[in-house]
T-cell receptor, first 114, second 108 residues
């Protein structure tokens, strides 16, 4: 069974630029999550999708971050414009149904904002 | 408050058992306890979860205190590949909230 795929693995941009991350969850998984992990901290949930609907985006900085999950499969997370404090690893995870189910994480995208 | 309390770091010798503690004194009766671990440069991976009774799987054992205010993740024989950050997460049914975790160092 293929795992959660993410791309790119690394991205370096300058502040005020835009960036987008892509995630392909495990086939058949209804729930998809985006987490932000700042160096030395645990992952923080940014947004949770159930199929193509948003379940929770309470911790997503909506003035600069946006995410979509068209057709309930792949997802993209965008930052526009980026700030220095957005430097982090962005993790995508999926689970078969809800958040209490086992979550499977991708390898993450390491973003550096200069 | 869905937070749990874990030591920042622990050290173990290879081939010895490791007991990783977690305090969740404000847990409610229906909250599950999940453990995930994160190896260097990888995303977190599921280890084990439980509600009231002790749980075993091929990776580890989970011992939950009778009052459910604490739990212990047990690795029966630590290997160098077990060096990781271990997260104890209280699942209140809506989302998993990761804390800082315990960094486990395994000495050969």
């Amino acid at each position: 069974e293929a795992g959660v795929a993410q791309s790119p693995r690394y991205k370096i941009i300058e502040k005020r630029q835009s960036v987008a991350f892509w995630c392909n969850p495990i086939s058949g998984h209804a729930t998809l999550y985006w987490y932000q992990q700042i160096l030395g901290q645990g992952p923080k949930l940014l947004i949770q999708f159930q199929n193509n609907g948003v379940v929770d985006d309470s911790q997503l900085p909506k003035d600069r971050f946006s995410a979509e999950r068209l057709k309930g499969v792949d997802s993209t997370l965008k930052i526009q414009p980026a700030k220095l404090e957005d430097s982090a690893v962005y993790l995508c995870a999926s689970s078969a149904w809800g958040s209490t189910d086992t979550q499977y994480f991708g390898p993450g995208t390491r973003l550096t904002v200069l | 408050d869905a937070k749990t309390t874990q030591p920042n770091s622990m050290e173990s010798n290879e081939e010895e058992p490791v007991h990783l503690p977690c305090n969740h004194s404000t847990i409610s009766g229906t909250d599950y306890i999940h453990w995930y671990r994160q190896l260097p440069s990888q995303g977190p991976e599921y280890v084990i979860h439980g509600l009231t009774s002790n749980v075993n799987n091929r990776m580890a054992s989970l011992a939950i205190a009778e009052d459910r205010k604490s739990s212990t993740l047990i690795l029966h024989r630590a290997t160098l590949r077990d060096a990781a950050v271990y997260y104890c997460i209280r699942d209140a049914g809506n989302m998993l909230t990761f804390g800082g975790g315990t960094r486990l160092m395994v000495k050969p």
